[in-house]
């Protein structure tokens, strides 16, 4: 059974940081496409970066410059480090992997809060 698991969310400051963790168990991250998607109260999920199986990175224009996927492949564990984070970065975030034509596991998701 594939278990993908996220922590690391709360409650930060307008230009503040904080690191996401995403722990599988039941599938290898890096034989996957996997990344973090969000969402914010009354918007549509939207994705924030994703990262190929060779390690090729993607992000969304929101969090380009501010926000860095990463994989411990040895923990099999997938980071968002976010840092200059604004108010609309409020949102839960869930972390996701499949391939290129679509997400197949999803985590439950953390919730981030961003005070102004």
């Known amino acids: 059974q594939v278990q993908l698991v996220e922590s690391g969310g709360g409650t930060v400051q307008t230009g503040g940081s904080l690191r996401l963790s995403c722990a599988v168990s039941?599938?290898?991250?890096?034989?996957?496409?996997s990344g973090w998607y969000r969402q914010a109260p009354g918007k549509e999920r939207e994705l924030v970066a994703h990262?190929?199986?060779?390690?090729?990175?993607a992000y969304a224009d929101s969090a380009k410059g501010r926000f860095t996927l990463s994989r411990d492949d040895d923990k099999n564990t997938l980071y968002l480090q976010m840092t200059g984070v604004k108010p609309e970065d409020t949102a839960v975030y869930f972390c996701?992997?499949?391939?290129?034509?679509?997400?197949?596991?999803w985590g439950r998701g953390t919730q981030v809060t961003v005070s102004s």
């Open positions: 039941g599938l290898v991250f890096a034989a996957y496409v």
């Open positions: 996701a992997a499949g391939s290129y034509d679509g997400v197949e596991y």
């Open positions: 990262m190929g199986t060779y390690g090729a990175t």
